[in-house]
């Protein structure tokens, strides 16, 4: 109950297209979900982050697609760009400070 | 500028051997963490620490150990119980109150050797 189920695992998208990233839960009482990005031999950053209240939410070529119903979250980039190329994180949590992380998708843009 | 600085960036263990990775930040964030990441598998949490001198395991701290006796340092001590402790050690950080994201320090490579 307190997985966090990410795919796919890994992600090949030619540069121009959409990149989506699906992410799963069952806790319903998670009420914070962020999207980290990594590169190689780097920490997580913080990318962009949803509360459950909101079904979506854009920042810049970045959205995070929110559907409590189903207890699913997506993150979608759109134009994807060869410097998008990471490995993504999606994670949620229940008003503590501890975080579920997704098992992470590599994705890699083409260009 | 503030963040999170974790050293060394990679270190070697001979079995047997107790390490301890470094972690300092100048974001006067009240909770620290850190994390585990092994390919594959996420990240799993080992402890965290909410203030200065009180700490909790988290989901695999079994062969670990840590302290914070001041705000901005967590060390964490692989000690030779860790069986299997060829990772990439990552620290965080983040405010106290509410539901804000981590920030990450650039991590540590542990290996056995």
């Known amino acids: 109950q307190q997985q966090v189920k990410q795919s796919p695992q890994s992600l090949i998208v030619q540069k121009g297209g959409i990149s989506i990233i699906n992410c799963a839960y069952e806790?319903?009482?998670?009420?914070?979900f962020p999207w980290y990005q990594q590169f190689p031999g780097k920490g997580p950053a913080l990318l962009i982050a949803?509360?459950?209240?909101?079904s979506e939410k854009k920042e810049g070529r970045f959205t995070i697609s929110f559907n409590k119903s189903a207890k699913q979250f997506s993150l979608h980039i759109m134009d994807s760009q060869p410097g998008d190329s990471a490995t993504y994180f999606c994670?949620?949590?229940?008003?503590?400070?501890?975080?579920?992380f997704g098992t992470g998708t590599r994705l890699k843009v083409l260009a | 500028d503030g963040g999170i600085t974790q050293s060394p960036k990679y270190l070697f263990r001979k079995e047997g051997q107790n390490v301890t990775l470094s972690c300092e930040q100048n974001?006067?964030?009240?909770?620290m963490y850190w994390y585990r990441q092994d390919p594959g598998q996420g990240l799993r949490l080992i402890y965290y620490?909410?203030?200065?001198?009180?700490?909790q395991k988290g989901d695999i701290a079994e062969g670990y150990s840590v302290s914070r006796e001041k705000k901005e340092s967590f060390p964490l001590t692989v000690t030779s119980a860790q069986k299997n402790p060829t990772a990439f050690y990552l620290c965080?950080?983040?405010?106290?109150?509410?539901?804000?994201?981590?920030?990450f320090g650039s991590g540590t490579r542990l290996t056995v050797v």
């Open positions: 965080a950080s983040s405010i106290s109150q509410g539901p804000y994201g981590y920030t």
């Open positions: 806790n319903t009482a998670f009420d914070y």
């Open positions: 949803i509360r459950p209240d909101v």
């Open positions: 994670a949620a949590s229940s008003g503590t400070y501890k975080y579920i």
């Open positions: 974001l006067n964030h009240d909770a």
């Open positions: 620490s909410q203030i200065v001198n009180d700490f």
